[in-house]
């Protein structure tokens, strides 16, 4: 009775992902031609920037350079994935709640507290990275429950209210840092360097590709699993798909209505442990808010299936290096990639290619007698 | 005492002027909201409309003066407000053009127009401008001002009508308390008003009757995007006169808000637009007193939840997955996040 989005709208049309980024890069690859003194080598750069350069000569064997930015591919692409399954569990539920960022900034800040406080006291790694995912995992879920009660309760818009706790948490995260956490040795504010006992091992030399890589199959796996094989998985899924069902069979749907909120924050949560105990290291007050925006990209390309996630989060990420690349060896800036993710997104959700009414023999009606398209929207 | 209070009601005046000002983009988005919503088409683009029409205003009047160097400055600023208008009028139909025709969730559809705001402007910044931050580097004219002379003898007054240097309040400033009259006759005394109604309170129904829907919806979505852009000029051509990269700031967000806190209503609307000018200025207040920068800027975001908790303290809660039988119950239809999108 109950279909899942993922399997029943992307089943049919296998070709309409490849399409949607395509026809986006098309649209993004005519506007750099319109402004570009060098469009084809800002998309050469673009498209193949984000690479590891390898190379063989006679002299030196075997070469492997700009692995640094290939990592940084990687870095990226983790954090995505976390923020994708933050966002997407949510949106299974029909919630558009847009608070992976408040709650990756708070959980970082948990993370790093607890890593400072526990690391400072002495504690082995064994002590201080388990509870330091705890602490940012209580956060995330927290800060999550908010905007799932405001809706449950009082009815508020989760759009809004997410923004708003959006906005408060980078606030509360900058004032807990600059009153409390500063370090005044640092010469900028930022929290102390986390102890090494906080920091999660390092995999690839010169970058912060961690040991959080190995996480990610899991934490997928989790959220797949919590979808598929649980209750409020279950509930969560049929809210979104069928409201009036969930109501009529007398599911709790203001109870799942708050948990898909705060189990998405769950997820932002590891995000928030990645970006402070892998990438960073300590946290600076001006960290940059609008990765939850990022986030939501990677879960509407993923069509909200934790599976996909991880793919398009990789997808997205390459986007994200090859355009910093694009940058620096072109004049085309890379907020040109915004401009290709919002039409990746608009051509994503359409449901068709051309308009319902642009059949020809609609077309003829249309001309003979103009009036109302049959359908209602 | 009587010097005393008329510093007083001089202070009083500057507040309520500071208000005026901070409230008026916030109004233009909210009413364009309110229209798009009722005709049950949520917008959630409105940030991202503002911030497009805010920068091809300040474009199109720099590019005039350029292109046409006779032209004086006033006529100048209306060709960038017709450029950004005319701009966030495409945007606007782009859209539309997503959700109604190729059956695009539009909130997610509203959510990409957002994105697709702040790259484009900050591309095109940095492509015509060559910086990345602000159009600082050009001058750009603003808006005029209408002055309302004969009041100098009463100092509260004239600060209340003219505003801040005798100048006179930004001619969007009036034009957004009249587009509140302007709206609320369109809605609830005309055919057309009627019509959008009917089309945001059961399409099936309005469809039967004889409504053109899908022309409605568009109609609803033109005119938010209109109005949600007339807020975007005052920023870049009135309230300063340049453009900042996300000069919006989340005001369009806040819009959205506001129609919700004003119960739908264009003078609800009003009123919740007020609220959100008047905390933005109480924030400003604070910033002279000795509190963190921090806490500051937490106060409108919390005054908006507050608003949010007190608008629907009252309401049976929606969850935003009722459908349209429970919206009979309460009387009045919750934002139309329902699902039946994902069967159509």
Same mark, same amino acid.
């Given at each position: 009775m109950i279909q899942d989005t993922a399997s029943s709208a992307a089943a049919p049309r296998p070709w309409q992902l490849p399409a949607a980024i395509a026809a986006a890069l098309l649209v993004g690859f005519g506007i750099t031609v319109l402004v570009s003194a060098e469009p084809w080598r800002a998309w050469l750069a673009l498209l193949t920037g984000a690479l590891p350069d390898i190379r063989f000569s006679d002299a030196e064997g075997w070469q492997v350079r700009r692995l640094v930015r290939f990592g940084s591919v990687i870095e990226e692409a983790i954090t995505l994935t976390f923020l994708g399954l933050a966002i997407a569990i949510p949106f299974r539920a029909r919630q558009f709640s847009l608070g992976a960022d408040g709650q990756m900034f708070l959980s970082a800040l948990a993370a790093a507290a607890v890593s400072l406080a526990l690391g400072g006291m002495g504690y082995g790694a064994f002590a201080v990275l388990p509870a330091a995912f705890a602490a940012a995992v209580l956060t995330g879920f927290t800060w999550g429950l908010v905007p799932g009660w405001l809706k449950a #309760?009082?009815?508020?818009n989760e759009i809004v209210t997410t923004l708003m706790l959006n906005l408060i948490a980078v606030q509360l995260y900058r004032l807990v840092i600059t009153q409390?956490?500063?370090?005044?040795?640092?010469?900028?504010?930022t929290t102390p360097v986390l102890p090494a006992a906080a920091l999660l091992p390092n995999l690839?030399?010169?970058?912060? $590709?961690?040991?959080?890589l190995f996480l990610v199959p899991f934490v997928v796996l989790g959220a797949g699993l919590l979808l598929t094989r649980t209750t409020v998985g279950y509930e969560i899924r049929t809210v979104g798909q069928a409201p009036a069902f969930a109501r009529q069979v007398g599911m709790p749907v203001k109870r799942t209505v708050v948990l898909s909120m705060a189990l998405g924050g769950i997820f932002a949560a590891f995000a928030g442990v990645h970006v402070s105990?892998?990438?960073?290291k300590r946290l600076p $007050?001006?960290?940059?808010?609008?990765m939850a925006f990022e986030g939501l990209v990677v879960a509407l390309l993923a069509r909200n299936e934790p599976r996909a996630i991880p793919m398009a989060a990789f997808l997205y990420a390459y986007l994200r290096a090859g355009a910093q690349a694009m940058e620096r060896t072109s004049?085309?800036? #890379? =907020? $040109?990639v915004l401009v290709i993710q919002a039409f990746i997104i608009l051509f994503v959700v359409s =449901?068709?290619?051309?308009?319902?009414?642009?059949s020809p023999a609609r077309l003829l009606q249309w001309v003979r007698a103009p009036r109302a398209p049959k359908e209602a929207r | 005492m009587s010097l005393d209070l008329a510093g007083w009601t001089l202070f009083a005046a500057t507040i309520v002027v500071a208000v005026l000002r901070a409230t008026t983009p916030i109004l233009f988005a909210a009413l364009g909201g309110l229209v798009s919503d009722l005709a049950g088409s949520i917008n959630v683009a409105l940030e991202g409309l503002m911030l497009i029409a805010a920068f091809f205003g300040v474009m199109g009047a720099v590019y005039a003066a350029q292109w046409w160097p006779g032209l004086p400055g006033w006529a100048c600023a209306w060709l960038g407000c017709a450029a950004g208008l005319a701009a966030v009028l495409l945007v606007t139909a782009t859209l539309g053009f997503f959700h109604l025709? &190729?059956?695009?969730d539009l909130i997610v559809a509203g959510i990409a127009v957002n994105l697709l705001a702040a790259g484009l402007t900050v591309f095109l910044l940095v492509t015509l401008?060559?910086? @990345?931050?602000?159009?600082?580097?050009l001058s750009s004219p603003a808006l005029p001002s209408l002055h309302i002379p004969g009041?100098?003898? &009463?100092p509260a007054l004239d600060m209340l009508i003219n505003g801040e240097g005798g100048h006179?309040?930004?001619v969007l400033v009036y034009t957004a308390f009249l587009a509140v009259a302007a709206v609320w006759i369109f809605l609830s005394r005309t055919r057309y008003g009627a019509w959008l109604r009917a089309v945001g309170e059961n399409p099936q129904a309005a469809l039967g009757a004889g409504i053109p829907v899908k022309r409605m919806r568009y109609v609803a979505l033109l005119t938010s995007g209109l109005l949600a852009g007339l807020g975007g000029i005052y920023l870049s051509?009135?309230? &300063?006169?340049l453009f900042q990269a996300?000069?919006?700031?989340g005001r369009g967000f806040l819009a959205l808000a506001a129609v919700f806190l004003g119960a739908r209503r264009p003078l609800g609307t009003l009123a919740a637009a007020l609220l959100f000018g008047a905390s933005a200025v109480l924030a400003t207040q604070l910033g002279?007193?000795?509190?963190p920068t921090q806490v500051v800027y937490m106060v409108p975001p919390f005054v908006t939840l507050c608003a949010l908790v007190f608008a629907g303290r009252? @309401?049976?809660?929606?969850?935003?997955?009722?459908t349209n039988t429970d919206t009979k119950n309460t009387g009045r239809k919750g934002?139309?996040?329902?699902?039946?999108r994902l069967s159509a």
């Open positions: #309760r009082y009815g508020a409390w956490m500063n370090d005044p040795n640092a010469g900028f504010l690839l030399p010169r970058t912060n $590709v961690s040991a959080m105990n892998a990438l960073l $007050v001006d960290l940059t808010p609008g004049d085309v800036s #890379r =907020e $040109v =449901e068709r290619l051309l308009p319902a009414t642009w | 025709e &190729l059956g695009a401008v060559g910086d @990345k931050g602000s159009t600082a580097g009041l100098g003898g &009463l006179g309040h930004h051509m009135g309230y &300063l006169t996300d000069m919006t700031a002279a007193l000795a509190l009252h @309401k049976p809660a929606r969850t935003g997955t009722d934002p139309p996040i329902s699902s039946e």
